[in-house]
């Protein structure tokens, strides 16, 4: 973003990439498109992820999965407090990014960093608490132990919310990647900006590589290979909002019986629950005989 | 060969009454079905003809959809959870009063040997109404908020492997919850959902709470695509299954899915030899090897396949195939003539691809629909009999050498219901049950289920959870 600080200095522009594997790569296809504010000024060129920056991250995705679920939930949830702490130190940037993408006062898009960084702290400390919430000991009638466990349910593909591009686009990942999953995330069409530089965040703190893909370009252009990709186990299609559109997604993921999440009306300033946590978790049941 | 010769003990079928054709029950009593054609029901073990049973064509799902919203709006969903519960009670005691019969009816129209009806499936069928019925009052400690909401009319279709078991599973959770509900059973085996519906009678159920409507693929796509439906609950194949997926996408409609599986169960050098030998039998013949989570890919450590398999084949040679009225049959008939096609056709595949196909010495009987217990050694991991469901009596052979081997082979499918591990060594319990990739995981043990217990898969088994309070969670808003 250019700064304003100092009028008699040439900025140094940002280029904005896509995130993948943990490696800021430009867009395979070579393409790029013009970003530009709320009132139309040019903003920047973002990477348009194709087809094969898609699979790219379902493979870097599938990759950091069995590292990322087998970590600690201590672990995890260290990681997830790590990013708000990063978040924090960008505040500026990411305030700027966000008035800039959303067209809010400096001082309500202040507002939604906050909320952002406060969602990544709220989900953090979920980490080691979803089992305990989750799971159960079940009495069953016989001598058995018997428990049932949370698990994550793998590579996670999110098409993220189109109007809010941070708040909305952290609402969306951290539920994921919270209890082991690993994320493809394709941003706000319009508003990616944010997005990438979340991406920076991840990079530097502590969140492996390829736990978290960001691609920015079109969810209407990408969504379909990653709701017919064999290796994705679950989406969320927060961000469709056409109704064919979502059906026709919807009915691609049932081909290898992905979880899906319906696109809904959602104010992403409200306290979020636990549905979009749960969304991504399988749960296991373990029974064991009693005896000497 | 039988080592020993046993007196055959059948039970009595007297205590059944079976009327010799049954319209559809809607909206509280048997009607007629207006636009379909009657089908005939038999019993696979004889081909008897049990019954004539009615199709529900489009305008009967529309009439069972229609009195089971009108009850959800009137009566059900605003009724107190505790009357509901009391319901749900009744409902129990009366299956459990009727058990005997019941589990006749049951062995008669599935062909399951009356040992596993009267033992298993009956009883699991009353407690899963007794376990259903205390969530009905105490709905908001059930973890998923503090005012979860029933969902509306719940369309539920299910498999003829355990017709009044699947029943119970589906029906007692959704009624607890405040939905109420239209049941489709499998067209190979309506007869027991048939006489639940009379339980409902003498319940005094309100009518329209349970509609009970029968029918074969046709007649349970049209339930499953009304627009008076809120919430899809299906168990069966995972072909069906996807078709629903896409049925219901875009739609307000919740799904849960129940679907296939190729459960590996692993046995350790070091695990109990004798009880594992009743494990594996117990995994793949338990009710003819119809059953989603059967242990079919049986995985033995390179060190003990030879005393495993010879154990094997020795307690094979001592089950019993026959009449399952006769209280002593180990495993009964085929359910269908179309399955027990699919059985050979896989078997003969097996063959074909170099597997190496053992039986122990059996006769048949002449009439019904038989299949030997079956094992196939020398399998390997792209063998189809390695890959597909074939829901029969018939389990495959793999070997392994270390835990990881035994993991990524388990692992190498694209379902995810089930597993067994087999080890006297606690810690390799806890690590395989972490790294094994599967809804439900049985150590030392195998097919146990309970009311308490949420059962369901992971990856192409389908999603959601039946049993437990996580049952319960699908049939509710929150």
Known sequence: MPTKSDPARLDVRKTYKLYVGGAFPRSESGRSYVVSDAKGKFLANASQASRKDARDAVVAARKAFGGWSARTAYNRGQVLYRIAEVMEGRHEQFSAEVASSEGLSISKARAVVDASIDRWVWYAGWADKLAQVVGSSNPVAGPYFDFSLPEA??????????????????????????????????????????????????????????????????????????ASHSDVNAIDLAGITDHDEATELEAASAENLKRVRRPADEDWTESPGLSRLTQYLELKTVWHPIGL | MSRFEYAPAPESRAIVDIKSSYGLFINGAFTEATDGKPFKTVSPASEEVLAEVSEAGPADVDRAVKAARKAYEKVWGPMAGRDRAKYLYRIARLIQERSRELAVLESLDNGKPIRESRDVDLPLVAAHFFYYAGWADKLEYAGAGPDPQPLGVAAQVIPWNFPLMMLAWKIAPALAAGNTVVLKPAETTPLTALAFAEICQQADLPPGVVNIITGAGRTGQALVEHEGVDKVAFTGSTAVGRAIAKTVAGTPKKVTLELGGKAANIVFEDAPIDQTIEGIVNGIFFNQGHVCCAGSRLLVQES??????????????????????????DIGAINSAEQLARIRELSQIGEDEGSERWSPECELPTQGFWFPPTVFTGVSQAHRIAREEIFGPVLSVLTFRTPQEAVEKANNTPFGLSAGVWTEKGSRILWMANQLRAGVVWANTFNRFDPTSPFGGYKESGYGREGGRHGLEAYLAH
């Not at chain 1, 994921?176 to 995330?185: H, L």
């Not at chain 1, 941003?187 to 990616?192: G, L, N």
């Not at chain 1, 530097?204 to 379909?224: K, M, Q, R, W, Y």
């Not at chain 2, 005393?307 to 399952?324: C, I």
């Open chain 2, 304 to 329: 003990v396949y030879d005393e495993v398999l010879a154990r094997l084949k020795r307690r094979m040679s001592t089950l019993r195939v026959g009449d399952p009225l006769d209280k002593n049959t």
């Open chain 1, 153 to 226: 349910t793998g590579v996670v593909a999110v098409l993220a919310p189109q109007d809010s591009s941070l708040l909305g686009l952290t609402s969306v990942i951290a539920p994921a990647i919270v209890s082991g999953n690993t994320v493809v995330a394709v941003t706000s069409f319009e508003r990616p900006l944010p997005a990438v530089t979340l991406g920076e965040v991840m990079a530097t703190s502590d969140v492996p590589g390829g736990v978290v893909n960001i691609l920015t370009g079109s969810a209407t252009e990408i969504g379909p290979w990653l």
